[in-house]
């Protein structure tokens, strides 16, 4: 759902009034907001490939115009296709304003930095200044795709639509570029959200720092949205040898934590410094703002080493525990069975080389990435 949420950004802006300035804006805009993505094709080459390069340079500050420029040129092409089509068929493109293919562009230019934006709010985060800054930025003020601004965004298209069929019933005159003030309010309604999670976020954080968790000093404290709800909020405070997890209610001033909400760091092994260093590890160790690599032992022994090439392989999991709860859409995302979605496993010979990985259900052997 989350790249449909992309698309109806880029529709709601064309409809601000872009759609004025220029043919062919709404269309344009509509698939720029969407096209950082095309990125999901290096997972074509395996799952290490397509964690790497995901949210890479169609992603960042310095590939933004020129994302903007491949659609306007996919748009040029669509435009002289139809237009051949027409004369093929001797017929005549019913009147609309000239295309202005600079403004094209620079709209196209405003629909991708909303792509990169909206990934920045969200707590998978994106490097805008790669590849001079490799480094990976969050708000963390909404999951990976938020039901709320899905509505918002889609009701803004939808009902101009509607009212758009009831006019034509009753016969009424058609209004030229009908939903401007839908799409207006509802991105103002967007923001509005932002800034109340926002707030929200900082008020988790000043509770969890509040709060006593074990006798440990806290070395980094993190506060992950829950969809719908922003007053919801789970927190995850480390220190030197464990993470303490829990749940932070920010209506009621709540922190709520048990004994089972404590994750130990796991020592590493021969195994997990192997699967560390191999291509998958070291992209998710890059990525992952709270990891937690664990040896879970050989795979005939260990219900996670299903996908082992050989079963006497240590497996090794990989978790970022921004992604260790459960939400409704947990299940949609994760790689089923109950699995926390984003995980990863890397399969270790004896001899400490690497077998395969998997992430998502997706399996390579070494063989094929190597």
């Not at 403004?103 to 909206?118: D, E, G, Q």
């Not at 984003?342 to 998502?360: C, H, K, S, Y």
Request: aromatic letters at 12%; one cysteine or more.
């Amino acid at each position: 759902m989350e790249p449909i949420t992309h698309l109806l950004t880029g529709a709601c802006l064309a409809r601000t009034g872009f759609n004025r300035k220029t043919a062919y804006a709404t269309l344009a805009m509509t698939l720029a907001a969407e096209a950082p993505d095309l990125d999901f094709l290096w997972s074509l080459r395996g799952p290490a490939a397509g964690l790497q390069h995901h949210r890479g340079l169609t992603h960042t500050l310095l590939g933004a115009p020129l994302v903007a420029l491949a659609v306007t040129a996919a748009v040029w092409l669509l435009v002289w296709i139809s237009d051949r089509s027409l004369l093929r068929g001797r017929r005549k493109r019913r009147f609309s304003p000239p295309a202005r293919w600079i403004l094209i562009w620079l709209f196209a230019w405003i629909a991708v930095l909303s792509h990169i934006f909206l990934d920045w709010a969200n707590n998978y985060g994106v490097r805008p200044f790669f590849p001079f800054n490799p480094r990976w930025y969050s708000l963390d003020l909404v999951y990976i795709f938020e039901p709320v601004l899905f509505a918002l965004l889609l009701l803004a298209l939808v009902i101009p639509a509607i009212l758009g069929m009831a006019d034509r019933e009753i016969g009424a005159r058609p209004t030229a570029f009908r939903g401007r003030g839908w799409a207006i309010a509802a991105l103002i309604l967007a923001c509005a959200l932002w800034g109340l999670r926002w707030g929200e976020h900082r008020n988790a954080l000043r509770l969890a720092r509040n709060t006593r968790f074990g006798n440990e000093p806290a070395i980094r404290i993190a506060a992950e949205p829950y969809p719908i709800n922003p007053f919801h909020w789970f927190v995850v405070v480390e220190t030197a040898d464990y993470y303490q997890t829990g749940s932070v209610d920010t209506w009621r001033d709540e922190v709520a934590t048990g004994e089972n909400d404590v994750v130990f760091k796991p020592p590493v092994t021969a195994a997990v410094a192997a699967a560390k260093d191999s291509r998958l590890g070291r992209a998710y160790l890059d990525w992952a703002a709270l990891p937690v690599v664990a040896d879970l032992g050989p795979a005939d022994l260990t219900a996670a080493g299903s996908q082992a090439p050989n079963p006497k392989d240590s497996v090794v999991e990989f978790r970022d525990l921004r992604f260790a709860y459960s939400t409704p859409l947990t299940e949609i995302l994760g790689s089923g069975g109950g699995e926390p979605p984003l995980a990863a496993r890397v399969f270790v010979t004896p001899d400490n080389t690497i077998d395969g990985i998997e992430m998502n259900g997706r399996v390579r052997k070494a063989s094929d990435w190597r």
